[in-house]
Nanobody, 126 residues
C-alpha cells in the first residue's frame, strides 16, 4: 500500500505561488490515481485535482482551473501541485491522497481514496 507524505506548504502573500509535493512511499505508485484535496477551518474537505494512473489525465475543480497544475513523476513516486495566483481563500490544510486501480467512481469523490497524507498547511495573507 502507498503512503503519501506532503511537503511544501507555508505562508505566502496573495498573488504568490507555492509548489506542493507528495512523496508516495511503498506500493506500486504507478497503479494509483493520485489526488489533492484541501480543508479550511470549519469546512468540509474539498477536491482540487487528480491524475489518473492509467492515462495520467488531470482533472481539476472549477475554482482552481487555470491557477493550479497537478503533475506526477512515476519514476520518482512523486506528485506535485503548482499553485499560482494564490488568494486568501486558498488558505487551508492540503492533503495528498491515493486510490487503487480497482476503485471506481468519480476521482473528485474523497470517499474513493484509500490512503491519505497528514496534510501541509498553506496560508495566504492579503
Amino acid at each position: 500500500q502507498v503512503q503519501p507524505v506532503e511537503s511544501g506548504g507555508g505562508l505566502v502573500q496573495a498573488g504568490g505561488s507555492l509548489r506542493l509535493s507528495c512523496a508516495a512511499s511503498r506500493g506500486a505508485f504507478n497503479t494509483y490515481t493520485m489526488g489533492w484535496f484541501r480543508q479550511a477551518p470549519g469546512k468540509e474537505r474539498e477536491f482540487l485535482a487528480a491524475i489518473t494512473w492509467i492515462t495520467s489525465t488531470a482533472y481539476y475543480t472549477e475554482s482552481v482551473k487555470g491557477r493550479f497544475t497537478m503533475s506526477r513523476d512515476n519514476a520518482k513516486n512523486m506528485v506535485y501541485l503548482q499553485m499560482n495566483n494564490l488568494e486568501p481563500e486558498d488558505t487551508a490544510v492540503y492533503y495528498c491522497a491515493a486510490r487503487g486501480q480497482l476503485r471506481s467512481g468519480m476521482v473528485s469523490s474523497r470517499s474513493t481514496y484509500d490512503y491519505w497524507g497528514q496534510g501541509t498547511q498553506v496560508t495566504v495573507s492579503s
